[in-house]
Structure formats: structure tokens, C-alpha cells
């Protein structure tokens, strides 16, 4: 096997190691943001929990003011009611028969605010239970998929190590010269950077070289790229002749 021969077949075997590694490196850059979508809902049914968290402490306010006139209110007809044993003169008897009257009425009033309240506390209350169930089962959820994400990446960072291994190796048995112009094309253009020629064509871009380069490819004695595309190419008799 020739010298060039083994250039080539070196190439494409760090080519297909680069080309791993890419996809693997994407992957982990990627693979975190599939929980993304997920967190971001469980944050905001959090906020929306802390929205009815905050409705739920204005009505508890208002509900302590509203028992706390009652009780008030209460107090003061206990005490009129007392009082009431005491007087001398209808005059003042009915005064205070109405003052008790006035009371009561507004202590029915706030009985049915607080019923009001109660009830808009009671919805208030349940809407925000049923977010919290939400909340547990998206983050059972979230914890899952991470426990199982952490596992992937894991893997992942395992053979990306092992490819880097088989890069080193791979890169050693190429030429200085030839490796970095393998890594100048592969930092311009997309993969594939080393292609076949077939019939003349080159199978990176699918345009016919010119003559003499072809002929030159043929005689199978140095690296060259395609006029066109600045891949790297050989001719696929020699590669496939060596299998």
C-alpha cells in the first residue's frame, strides 16, 4: 500500500471521527434545552400560584378587618342590650333600639361579605392546589428526563473522549502540511471535506474537475482538492482497490 494510499484512508478515518465528534458536540449543547420548555412552564405556574397566593393574603386581610368589626359590633349590642335593662325614659330607649338596629344591620352586611369572601377564598384555594399538583407532576417529570438526559451526556462525554483519542492517533499519521489544510477546509465548509471522484466527478459538489487535475489524481502520488468546492479528493478506484 502506498504512502498516499494510507494518507487517504487515514483522512477518512479522521473525518469520520470529526464528524461523530461534531454530531456529539451538539448534542450536549443541545440536549440541556430539551428540559428548558418544561422548566419554563413550571415557572410560570409558580408565578401564577404566587399570583393567587398574594389574591388569597388581600382576602385574609379583609376577612380578619370584616370578623374583627363584627366581633367589635357584637360587643357593643351585648353591651346595649345591657344597658337597655337600665333606662329611665322611652326617649333613650328607642335611641339605643335603634343604634342596636343600625349595628345588626351592618353586622348582617359584613356576614354576607365574609360569606363572599369565603367563598372566593374557597375557589382562590383550590385553583391554587390544582396548580401545585401540576407543579409536583411537571417536576417528577423534569426529574426524570434529567436523571435520564444525565445519563445520556454522560455516555456521550465518555466516547467523545474515546474519539478524541482516535483523533490523535488518526491525525498523527497524516502530514503536517496535508492535516492542516484538512483542518483549514473543514473550518470553512460543511462536511464531508475528504470525497471521492467518480467518473470524474467530484461527489462533494457534483461538478466534473478539470482534465489534467483528474489525471493527475489518478497517478495517486499527492493530496489534491477540488478546483471547485477546495475539498479534499482521490480517486475511488484507488481507495476501493485497497478494501
Known amino acids: ?5 494510507q494518507q487517504i484512508e487515514q483522512l477518512v ?6 464528524s461523530e465528534m461534531i454530531t456529539l ?23 401564577q400560584q404566587g ?16 370578623e374583627g368589626e363584627i366581633e367589635n359590633d357584637a360587643q357593643k349590642v351585648k353591651k346595649s342590650k ?16 335603634r343604634e342596636m338596629d343600625t349595628m345588626e344591620k ?11 369572601l369565603l367563598a ?16 409536583d407532576a411537571l417536576s417528577e417529570t423534569i426529574s426524570a428526563q434529567q436523571a435520564n438526559l444525565d445519563q445520556e451526556l454522560a455516555e456521550k462525554r465518555t466516547r467523545l473522549a474515546e474519539l478524541d483519542k482516535d483523533k490523535k492517533k488518526a491525525s498523527e499519521a497524516v502530514p503536517a502540511p496535508i492535516l492542516t489544510r484538512y483542518n483549514f477546509i473543514r473550518d470553512r465548509i460543511p462536511n464531508p471535506v475528504i470525497v471521492p471522484v467518480s467518473e470524474g466527478v467530484c461527489k462533494g459538489c457534483h461538478v466534473v474537475i478539470p482534465p489534467q487535475t483528474f489525471i493527475d489524481l489518478q ?19 484507488h481507495f476501493s482497490g485497497n478494501e
Open 1 to 5: 500500500m502506498s504512502i498516499y494510499i
Open 13 to 18: 478515518v479522521l473525518q469520520k471521527v470529526d
Open 25 to 47: 458536540e451538539r448534542i450536549l449543547e443541545e440536549a440541556p434545552k430539551q428540559l428548558q420548555s418544561l422548566q419554563e412552564k413550571r415557572q410560570y405556574l409558580e408565578q
Open 51 to 66: 399570583v393567587i397566593q398574594e389574591k388569597i393574603d388581600v382576602l385574609m386581610e379583609q376577612k380578619g378587618r370584616i
Open 82 to 97: 345591657n344597658k337597655l335593662m337600665m333606662v329611665e325614659n322611652t326617649k333613650e330607649y328607642h335611641a339605643m333600639m
Open 106 to 116: 351592618m353586622n348582617r352586611m359584613r356576614e354576607e361579605e365574609r360569606s363572599n
Open 120 to 135: 372566593d377564598l374557597s375557589d382562590l384555594e383550590g385553583r391554587k392546589d390544582a396548580l401545585q399538583k401540576d407543579i
Open 219 to 237: 497517478k495517486g502520488e499527492q493530496i489534491l482538492s477540488c478546483p471547485n468546492c477546495l475539498r479534499i479528493i482521490f480517486w475511488e478506484r
